[in-house]
């Protein structure tokens, strides 16, 4: 027998909304997806999404939260002997489906406290990650390596494959790029680091 929706948990119903959301960004875009087909594709009441989602902004930040958290939890069971540098490139290239989830959010960055925090979130992942990979060997401090500098260029990269643009090659494919050509800087004839 069904449950009574007033059975359901709020996780399980708050689940339920993120799935059906995911779905709709993915196929519709951010713009084209409106609160009333999510609540339509979760089974729940067109006013009830809001007791659990203040506005489209929230349930986009939370869908945006949610597939990087995915994403850092299946990079870190399947690439968990890894360096930094492959599990970032991997990460990027399996998100490359949500790219135009990204592009969206540059468009909602002015507008949406939520979307702004979602979208560090995900830069903080990146940066992470390369600083990761510079300490593992041993450039975070190296003489003549501004990590600083690096950092920042691998968020330009990124945010800059992610503008529409058919010219662009996919960020995962940059980044691999640039970080190599850094680490490569820092090797001295025989390998070793300056």
Known sequence: MPRNRQQIPREERTGDLLAAATELFLAKGYVKTTMADISSA???ARGNVYWYFDSKDHIFAAVMNRM???EIRILNEEQA???PLSRLVRGL???RYSRPLHQAM???LPHSEEVREAHNTFLNWIVGLVDELMAERGLDHAPGIDAALVRDVAIAVFEGANVPNDQNRPAHEMIRFLMESVLARCAGPQGRKR
Request: aromatic share 0%; charged share 35%; net charge negative.
């Open 42 to 44: 979760a089974g729940v």
């Open 68 to 70: 990087l958290s995915r």
């Open 81 to 83: 002997g890894a360096d």
């Open 93 to 95: 290239s399996d998100m």
């Open 106 to 108: 540059h468009d909602r």
